[in-house]
């Protein structure tokens, strides 16, 4: 997630990037609600303040035998109004992290802009391609021939672009994620670790797994 400084100091970049990926948020908006939010704190911060000093005049008047009852009809208004200046600041952060959790990542300027992975350019090959005597089979044609893929039945559960590994290509896939593991474990210095299975939605937006908004 962006952090809002950044969208403020470099609003014409994040748009620029808006662009080139294709989304459709209204920064301006974005940076509306912001301002807004920022006025308002700094208003509540004024009747905090006012607040804490007038708290301290009321136990010095009660000990000068001096009638506080304006001075405590005054902090009942002052927490009234600071509560609800508090309501109206927790509503403008949703708004704003609602929007937040929707700007992706800005590319990098060298990233061209184009519709689909067709208008990607290409910069340097490595190697010659291959040319068979044959006619080249599809990765995923040579799996399910050999009932190790599955992309139909992973369609209806996850989507496009996902399969399940069967029998042989289970076990392939089972001995490369142990083979990577103990690579990195017992020659790079890294530690394992199996988390919990389950996590809470902070967890979830904090490692990308963003929730699902409908159009602001």
Sequence with gaps: ML?????????????????????????????MLDESKRKLLFEVEQLKNKQNITSKQIPVYKKEGKDVSDLMQEMKTLSDDIKEFDIKIRGLDKEINDILLR???????????????????????WGVPR?????????????????????????????????????????????????MLDLHTKKHGYIEIYPPFMVHRNSMIGTGQLPKFEEI
């Design 103 to 125: 700007i992706p990542n800005i590319p990098n300027e060298t990233v061209p802009m184009g519709d689909s992975d067709q208008d990607n350019i290409e910069i340097r090959k």
């Design 3 to 31: 952090d809002m400084k950044l969208i403020r100091n470099n609003t014409e970049l994040v748009k620029r990037a808006l662009e080139k990926r294709k989304e459709n948020i209204d920064i301006d908006h974005l940076l």
């Design 131 to 179: 040319d068979f005597d044959f006619e080249a089979r599809a990765h995923w044609d040579i799996g399910e021939d050999l009932n190790i893929l599955d992309f139909n039945k992973a369609a209806k559960v996850t989507g496009a672009r996902f399969t399940f590994y069967k029998g042989m290509g289970a076990r392939l896939e089972r001995a490369l994620i142990n083979f």
